[in-house]
């Protein structure tokens, strides 16, 4: 089953361009993981973010991927906010160079106070947290709780075996495939802001 980047209304017509958030919420490891060129890409999303005028929102870390996309915004001139919990803090993993940090009691108001900050939620390779982080955001979308965009920057195809689980779920009627379809899966960055201007919210889950 094909996944559509860019779902159209009722009438088949493409949706409207709408601005690019000026705020997005980055999910990503707090490990480098085993690829350089995963870190490069990384790296570079970051100096893009700021080039563009977008805050960078995200968990508040120095270390891995984290670290490396705040350390590469903040070079380039971008604005960097950071969430984490009062115990991560104290274990000394906060980034002290960020612009802004909130410091939250628990991972569970972290997630809502990054949502609470952003206009967009992007998902770049990380773990079992990153992953845990994503399907929060992308089920409050399902659910009606906010009309944000979601995404999958797919770098070096980290993300491939993720929307294909997501395919079978569509085939086994647990997923709508009108919310696979409002998923944003992204290759590069220049198609990630295409599909951001190009996004509507599907249809919520109960109405």
Not at 70 to 77: F, P, T
Request: zero cysteines.
């Amino acid at each position: 089953m094909t996944h559509d980047p860019h779902p159209r209304d009722a009438a088949g017509a493409p949706p409207a361009t709408r601005p690019l958030p000026r705020s997005i919420a980055v999910f990503t490891g707090s490990a480098l993981g085993a690829s350089p060129a995963v870190t490069d890409q990384v790296r570079a999303f970051g100096t893009f973010l700021a080039q563009h005028g977008i805050t960078v929102v995200y968990g508040g870390g120095r270390v891995g991927l984290m670290g490396t996309l705040a350390d590469s915004a903040l070079a380039a001139g971008g604005r960097v906010i950071g969430v984490m919990p009062e115990s991560l803090v104290h274990s000394e993993l906060a980034h002290t160079e960020i612009d802004d940090l909130h410091v939250v009691a628990t991972m569970h108001e972290r997630k809502a106070r990054m949502a609470d900050l952003a206009e967009a939620f992007v998902t770049l390779p990380g773990g079992s947290g990153t992953l845990e982080e994503f399907f929060e955001a992308w089920t409050w979308g399902q659910l009606g709780l906010h009309t944000k965009p979601v995404s999958l920057l797919d770098i070096d195809g980290s993300w491939g075996s993720l929307v294909t689980m997501l395919q079978d779920m569509v085939e086994q009627g647990f997923l709508a495939q009108r919310h696979l379809d409002g998923l944003i899966v992204a290759k590069d960055t220049d198609s990630l802001l295409d599909q951001l201007s190009s996004w509507t919210p599907p249809q919520a889950k109960w109405t």
